[in-house]
């Protein structure tokens, strides 16, 4: 009996060292998703909300309006462009809302990945192609994921103090 469970051992090791060789093919390498793979393309407004910065920080009631329906901002249109990389190239706003940032230009992401923790990702507007110019900046408030819906908020200063944002309410364009 000893040796029929030598010899069953040394058939079970004897198999699993073939078996151990086998490869297994779990896919091939696929680029992380970035950021501008979910902000690009066209993006419509649902709302838009004009916050007084100095009213809120005071506990003034009330600090926001919508301004929706007080101007044309039914016809916004905002398209952020990418590359055959899904790297930013221009952007443009279509459409007859008032203007609060230039209307077209170029564009990049000071991040190409969501942050764990820390400041929301800024999308940074330019006036030239090398984007060095930069002419104005929207901080992306709430990201799309598996809702397309994503918020833009752009923050107006003075001496480094905010008095007033507009935060944009976007769904992705069809």
């Known amino acids: 009996m000893n040796n029929k469970l030598r010899i069953a051992l040394l058939c079970f ?7 151990s060789c086998h490869k297994i093919d779990d896919g091939s390498f696929v680029e992380p998703i970035t950021l501008y793979e979910k902000v690009k393309g066209s993006w419509t407004l649902s709302d838009v909300l004009q916050i007084d910065e100095t009213a809120k920080t005071a506990g ?37 809302a008032p203007e609060l940032f230039p ?57 480094g103090v905010s008095f007033v944002s507009y935060q944009y309410k976007l769904s992705k364009a069809n």
């Open 13 to 19: 090791i004897g198999t699993l060292s073939f078996m």
């Open 103 to 159: 209307s077209s230009g170029f564009w990049d992401l000071d991040t190409d990945f969501p942050r764990a923790a820390g400041p929301a990702p800024v999308i940074n507007l330019y006036s030239d192609a090398g984007k060095t110019s930069l002419i104005g900046q929207l901080n992306i408030s709430a990201m799309p994921g598996a809702n397309p819906v994503m918020d833009l908020t752009l923050t107006r200063k003075t001496a």
């Open 60 to 96: 003034i009631q009330p600090d926001q309006i919508s301004l929706y329906d007080q101007f044309d901002f039914s016809t916004f249109e905002i398209t952020l462009d990418v590359d055959a990389d899904n790297r930013p190239t221009a952007y443009r706003v279509d459409g007859n």
